[in-house]
């Protein structure tokens, strides 16, 4: 457990921790939504592990560094709440709570309900199908040509779980599906955007063709019109559904069922479009990762194990979620009063955990700003050290699919750099990581491409 330094139950005399200073009106607000990552790396340097911040008419308290990150690992759920940052998202999918704003029991028994869908297990056993469907996928990736990324990402990971947890393309629903994540979570999550955006018909359409979408993948299975041989999470719901004292309601049951085509192409799709554009910036890294994927298809379709047994491909992957981390923080609300590091946090306070920070903090990862893959490889293993390495977030709110997603990261990439060479447009280019929501490389990052 932490040291009754760091974290404490008792408030009284207590001081409110220090507030960053920020410009009249706009207080670091700009700052915020330019680099929040580098912002909050910058203030736990000059300041420490605790501050609060204003942005315009909204302040928050930021906890950050390894400690914040055992904090919320050891005892988070008895002060912190993630309820009230998605009840509007939620009201968004037509229901009152999602697992990501519930708390409690009713949070872990719909956890373990989702976990086998997003588990790694339900992908280990797909890699066939999955690669056919990135062959189909990229066919006409036949001759030199310009690519945006992230876009392609997307498309090709939607697809992906898709089938995989919905055996249901999202085909045409694909731009609906897109649209309707980026801006129901940057309105009603994270509230860089106007609220006004919600009530726009291309929203209102893309809301509604995404939960029809959920409906259609229901029906499919209720006919029985399905190609894969083991249950999946469409097939988990229906058999709730039939349960007299089911988890879901029908409306929840379609709200859970939008899942699979929303969990990757805000995190993995991220991820992966980090990942080639830290290859293409570094030769010798690319050489080494080319040179695994290549030995890995040379006997055909790889299987699980032997994907994990590329070294230089896990540890690039791995590096990526280090320095383009797919939940660079997340946000709770405090339910009950403590003191962290000597300073007051009070109920209902808007709390900001940066759980990231340490990824950039020498003492934990020497030259933070080196791409360096061989620093999860014993004995180094730097990211095994207490609180250090958070890509996917902490707390009980860890991504239920993080398993799922570093498989499909590492397939993914392995796939792609085995049939495709890449490279950059100008040699010069530098990627400018925005927040939409979360850390993104934009739709302006492109490539050449063309089959090896």
């Known amino acids: 457990m932490l040291d009754p330094v760091v974290w404490s139950r008792e408030v009284d005399n207590a001081p409110l921790p220090p507030l960053v200073k920020g ?22 340097h000059e300041i420490g592990p605790i501050f609060r911040v204003r942005a315009a008419d909204r302040q928050y308290t930021v906890l950050a560094g390894t400690e914040a990150n055992q904090f919320v690992n050891q005892v988070g759920t008895e002060f912190l709440s993630s309820k009230e940052f998605w009840q509007e998202f939620s009201q968004e999918l037509g229901v009152k709570d999602l697992l990501v704003g519930l708390e409690g029991e009713a949070h872990q028994r719909q956890r373990r309900f989702l976990q086998p869908s997003y588990s790694r297990n339900a992908i280990i056993h797909a890699f066939p199908e999955i690669i056919q469907l990135m062959g189909n996928l990229t066919a006409d990736l036949r001759s030199p040509q310009r690519l945006q990324v992230l876009p392609f990402m997307q498309k090709l990971i939607c697809e992906q779980l898709g089938m995989l947890l919905a055996d249901c393309s999202p085909a045409e629903y694909h731009s609906d599906v897109v649209k309707f994540l980026q801006t129901a979570l940057n309105v009603t999550v994270v509230k860089q955007w106007p609220a006004f955006l919600l009530w726009q018909p291309s929203y209102k359409r893309a809301k509604q063709r995404t939960l029809e979408l959920a409906r259609l993948a ?50 993995v799709a991220n991820t992966c479009s980090f990942m080639l554009y830290a290859l293409l910036k570094s030769p010798n890294t690319l050489a080494r990762v080319q040179q695994e994927v290549d030995l890995l298809f040379r006997e055909g379709i790889p299987t699980a194990e032997q994907l994990r047994g590329l070294s230089a491909l896990h540890g690039t992957a791995m590096e990526t979620l280090r320095m383009y981390p797919a939940a660079p923080a997340i946000q709770r609300h405090v339910i009950a009063d403590f003191t962290f590091k000597g300073y007051r946090v009070e109920k209902g306070t808007h709390l900001i955990l940066a759980t990231t920070v340490p990824h950039f903090l020498p003492q934990l990862f020497p030259n933070p700003c080196d791409f360096d893959i061989d620093r999860f490889q014993p004995p180094r293993s730097e990211h095994k050290q207490s609180g250090a390495f958070a890509p996917f977030g902490a707390g009980a709110h860890l991504c239920l699919g993080q398993g799922l997603a570093e498989v499909q990261i590492m397939l993914i990439m392995a796939t792609l750099l085995h049939w495709f060479e890449f490279s950059l447009e100008s040699p010069n280019y530098t990627v400018k990581p925005i927040n939409n929501p979360t850390l993104s490389p934009g739709n302006k990052f492109s490539v050449c491409v063309q089959r090896r």
Request: proline fraction near 4%; hydrophobic fraction near 40%.
């Open 23 to 44: 410009i009249p009106f706009l207080g670091s607000a700009l700052e915020l939504g330019s680099d929040s990552l580098g912002f909050f790396v910058k203030q736990y």
């Open 218 to 267: 229901i029906a499919k299975h209720r006919k029985g019109n399905l190609n894969h041989a083991k249950p999946n999470l469409i097939d988990d719901l229906i058999a709730d559904s039939k349960q007299q004292q089911r988890l879901f309601s029908e409306t929840e049951m379609v709200a859970a069922a939008v899942g699979p085509y929303l969990a990757g192409i805000d995190t």
